[in-house]
């Protein structure tokens, strides 16, 4: 007898990496059940998918979440998650991963699904331990104006574990490092799109500080495929998915000012509060488990996702 196809429900499907994760799975032949309220994502993510495998359902998770039949798989990625969108909708951002997560694995737990989390590196927060691996408990300020990301994160990977322990939800949890690629939003504020957009527009790079903090980047692709690995692995506790090659923010405004060919100069501006220093994964945890690790270098996903932006930018024009 055929097997059963699977069916995976996706929290923020609309969003960046949601949507990625929306491709992946269908072209692995599931079925797909995408769920976003457009907050931060939007419809042009999902609007090339045309499989009768795919649903798309508005839904804001931080109300009770219904869905009929079988699921099997609960991925839980829905969050603002640039620091420019969770200052503006901080309250929000903290009843996502709080209300939403409860929200998402009371789903799961329904289901009898397998639950995933997407954390994130900024659990570590301005860290002291450099690189950063799991057993790192981390550095945050609780009441910075990051923290309503980082706490909110902190608190969903503790839900996750709790409901592992004690309800016996099947759960994993990813902790997901900078990570770039098409479908970033132009104006989101995040370093990459940021500097694409600028140099693409002979505008200067606004480098914050000194531009000598660090942070390591991931091309989506990979990440996604890391996704679903330490889904289909069998271990709860946080991985660590990101790439370990780290770059200075003044070096990359330069690479993309070199890949694009753009006339743009840089410009320092202030440096946000509570800016992570130093920021690099150790992925060894990832190469063991999940048999994983990037394969993408940083100048050729720039180079991807430089003509995406060039194609998308050139799209807005004539809207
Ligand atoms: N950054 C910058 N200019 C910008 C946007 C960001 O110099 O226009 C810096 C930011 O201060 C941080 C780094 O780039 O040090 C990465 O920022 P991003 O928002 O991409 O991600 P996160 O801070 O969450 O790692």
Same mark, same amino acid.
């Given at each position: 007898?055929?097997?059963?196809?699977?069916?995976?429900?996706?929290?923020?499907?609309?969003?960046?990496?949601?949507?990625?994760?929306?491709?992946?799975?269908?072209?692995?032949?599931?079925?797909?059940?995408?769920?976003?309220?457009?907050?931060?994502?939007?419809?042009?993510?999902?609007?090339?998918?045309?499989?009768?495998?795919?649903?798309?359902?508005?839904?804001?998770?931080?109300?009770?979440?219904?869905?009929?039949?079988?699921?099997?798989?609960?991925?839980?990625?829905?969050? #603002?998650?640039?620091?420019?969108?969770?200052?503006?909708?901080?309250?929000?951002?903290?009843?996502?991963?709080?209300?939403?997560?409860?929200?998402?694995?009371?789903?799961?737990?329904?289901?009898?699904?397998?639950?995933?989390?997407?954390?994130?590196?900024?659990?570590?927060?301005?860290?002291?331990?450099?690189?950063?691996?799991?057993?790192?408990?981390?550095?945050?300020? #609780?009441?910075?104006?990051?923290?309503?990301?980082?706490?909110?994160?902190?608190?969903?990977?503790?839900?996750?574990?709790?409901?592992?322990?004690?309800?016996?939800?099947?759960?994993?949890?990813?902790?997901?490092?900078?990570?770039?690629?098409?479908?970033?939003?132009? *104006?989101?504020?995040?370093? +990459?799109?940021?500097?694409?957009?600028?140099?693409?527009?002979?505008? *200067?790079?606004?480098?914050?500080?000194?531009?000598?903090?660090?942070?390591?980047?991931?091309? +989506?692709?990979?990440?996604?495929?890391?996704?679903?690995?330490?889904?289909?692995?069998?271990? *709860?506790?946080?991985?660590?998915?990101?790439?370990?090659?780290?770059?200075?923010?003044?070096?990359?405004?330069?690479?993309?000012?070199?890949?694009?060919?753009?006339?743009?100069?840089?410009?320092?501006?202030?440096?946000?509060?509570?800016?992570?220093?130093?920021?690099?994964?150790?992925?060894?945890?990832?190469?063991?488990?999940?048999?994983?690790?990037?394969?993408?270098?940083?100048?050729?996903?720039?180079? *991807?996702?430089?003509?995406?932006?060039?194609?998308?930018?050139?799209?807005?024009?004539?809207?």
């Amino acid at each position: 007898m055929a097997e059963r196809q699977k069916v995976s429900v996706i929290t923020g499907a609309a969003g960046f990496i949601g949507s990625h994760l929306c491709d992946f799975l269908l072209a692995r032949g599931h079925r797909v059940i995408g769920l976003d309220n457009l907050n931060t994502g939007t419809l042009r993510n999902l609007e090339h998918i045309d499989s009768p495998d795919f649903v798309y359902m508005n839904v804001d998770i931080t109300d009770f979440i219904e869905i009929d039949g079988q699921v099997d798989y609960v991925y839980h990625m829905a969050s #603002p998650a640039s620091p420019v969108d969770y200052l503006q909708i901080p309250l929000h951002t903290l009843k996502v991963g709080a209300v939403g997560t409860r929200n998402a694995i009371g789903l799961a737990k329904w289901k009898r699904a397998r639950f995933l989390l997407a954390s994130t590196s900024e659990v570590y927060g301005d860290p002291e331990v450099h690189p950063q691996s799991e057993d790192y408990w981390g550095n945050v300020n #609780p009441i910075g104006p990051r923290s309503v990301y980082d706490e909110a994160k902190r608190y969903a990977e503790t839900t996750t574990m709790a409901y592992q322990r004690q309800q016996g939800v099947d759960t994993r949890i990813i902790r997901i490092f900078n990570t770039y690629g098409p479908r970033m939003r132009p *104006h989101d504020g995040r370093a +990459v799109p940021t500097f694409i957009r600028q140099a693409l527009e002979d505008k *200067h790079l606004t480098v914050f500080g000194d531009g000598s903090q660090t942070r390591s980047f991931c091309y +989506v692709s990979d990440l996604v495929e890391g996704i679903y690995r330490a889904m289909m692995s069998g271990y *709860h506790f946080p991985v660590n998915l990101g790439n370990p090659a780290e770059y200075t923010i003044r070096k990359l405004a330069e690479l993309i000012i070199e890949i694009t060919g753009s006339k743009s100069d840089i410009i320092y501006q202030a440096l946000p509060t509570d800016d992570p220093r130093r920021r690099r994964p150790d992925i060894s945890l990832a190469k063991k488990l999940l048999d994983w690790e990037p394969t993408l270098k940083v100048e050729e996903g720039l180079t *991807h996702t430089i003509s995406w932006f060039k194609e998308y930018l050139a799209e807005e024009q004539l809207r």
